[in-house]
């Protein structure tokens, strides 16, 4: 068997920020909703009625898991009264995606958002999503993440301590390059490629597949690793490319949408079990609006960062994407074992 391999205009802006405006008026009459049909729940004696829950993510503030991150905040804050504090630590300064994963894990860090792949490493099911095109927009990919077969994925994380609040997107990976070797216009241009990952096996299996050298890095170091030539290329969505400014170190961007980057949204589970069942229902609350403003941003961005990394001076390359299908299907074969009922 092969061995096992994740600007705005000015009228865009005024719209994200009343989905943010409306999203906060919404928390609020959700947590009053929560607070009012749990408040026989409030009576029961709760382990922890004040606590500060530190969430930690690699991307910076720009990110749309950010800003999703803060209107998560806002609403937990809000609807506790101020008894639960939620603390951002963007840019990796908690650990790496990986490390923050593990901290969740072994109760040293309380929240994190990944991509799925990067939880596989625990959660094996929550791997399935960066199989290369499986979804083919983001309306497919979110009723597959909110349905009744994904819920039977969720409970798998909690033999690992872990509680799925939701899933947010981070849109659908693409390959940019550095000047020295040029564009992706055709399969063959990938060949020997040095591609920065993430640690997901999938995505390292698919770019096997693609005839390149992929290797994991930590993302809150990429930059400087591109920089100063560790990789000539790396993959990530289009709205994590523009708001993290790789293009200041790459030139040209190929839009391959090879693999969907879903983002479980997670909590400890030894944290959870300790809130009351009304604290449990603001936080869910607080997940869901996070969760779909999260979703609308990144979409609208991938819609919409095209034409702004193209006026930063990106070179943007569409590949016949039917020859990067057939090149990845036997991706499927090798984790046919793995994920055969899923498929």
């Given at each position: 068997m092969v061995k096992i391999r994740k600007i705005f205009n000015g009228f865009a802006a005024v719209l994200v920020c009343c989905s943010v405006i409306f999203s906060m008026s919404a928390c609020s009459k959700k947590n009053n909703d929560a607070k009012k049909s749990s408040s026989s729940a409030s009576k029961k004696a709760a382990v922890i009625t004040d606590y500060e829950i530190k969430l930690g993510f690699s991307t910076n503030m720009q990110d749309p898991r950010a800003e999703a991150a803060a209107?998560?905040?806002?609403?937990?804050?809000?609807?506790?009264?101020?008894?639960?504090?939620?603390?951002?630590?963007?840019?990796?300064?908690?650990?790496?995606?990986?490390?923050l994963i593990t901290s969740v894990i072994e109760n040293t860090v309380d929240m994190t958002i990944s991509s799925a792949g990067n939880y596989a490493s625990y959660v094996t099911p929550a791997g399935y999503s960066a199989m290369p095109f499986l979804f083919s927009d983001f309306e497919e990919a979110w009723a597959f993440f909110d349905s009744e077969e994904n819920q039977k994925i969720n409970k798998a994380f909690?033999?690992?301590?872990?509680?799925?609040?939701?899933?947010?997107?981070n849109g659908f990976r693409c390959v940019t390059?550095?000047?020295?070797?040029?564009?992706?216009?055709?399969?063959?241009d990938m060949k020997d490629l040095v591609i920065r990952t993430s640690q997901n096996q999938i995505v390292m299996e698919t770019m096997y597949s693609l005839k390149t050298i992929p290797k994991s890095y930590p993302f809150a170091e990429l930059k400087d690793a591109l920089r100063n030539g560790l990789f000539s290329a790396q993959e990530n969505p289009i709205p994590v490319i523009y708001n993290n400014k790789l293009y200041e170190v790459q030139?040209?961007?190929?839009?391959?949408?090879?693999?969907?980057?879903?983002m479980p949204l997670t909590i400890r589970k030894e944290l959870w079990d300790s809130f009351s069942e009304e604290y449990q229902a603001i936080i869910k609350e607080?997940?869901?609006?996070?969760?779909?403003?999260?979703?609308?941003?990144?979409?609208?961005?991938?819609?919409d960062y095209i034409d702004e990394l193209k006026k930063v001076g990106m070179i943007i390359t569409y590949p016949d994407l039917e020859e990067f299908k057939?090149?990845?299907?036997?991706?499927?074969?090798?984790?046919e074992p793995v994920y055969g009922n899923l498929f």
């Open positions: 209107l998560f905040k806002t609403c937990v804050e809000e609807g506790t009264g101020g008894h639960i504090r939620v603390t951002l630590y963007p840019e990796g300064k908690l650990g790496s995606d990986a490390e909690e033999s690992y301590n872990m509680v799925v609040l939701g899933y947010f997107d390059t550095s000047k020295n070797v040029g564009p992706v216009n055709k399969v063959a030139t040209y961007l190929a839009i391959t949408n090879h693999s969907y980057d879903a607080a997940a869901k609006l996070a969760q779909n403003l999260d979703r609308k941003l990144v979409k609208k961005q991938t819609e057939e090149a990845t299907k036997n991706v499927y074969d090798v984790f």
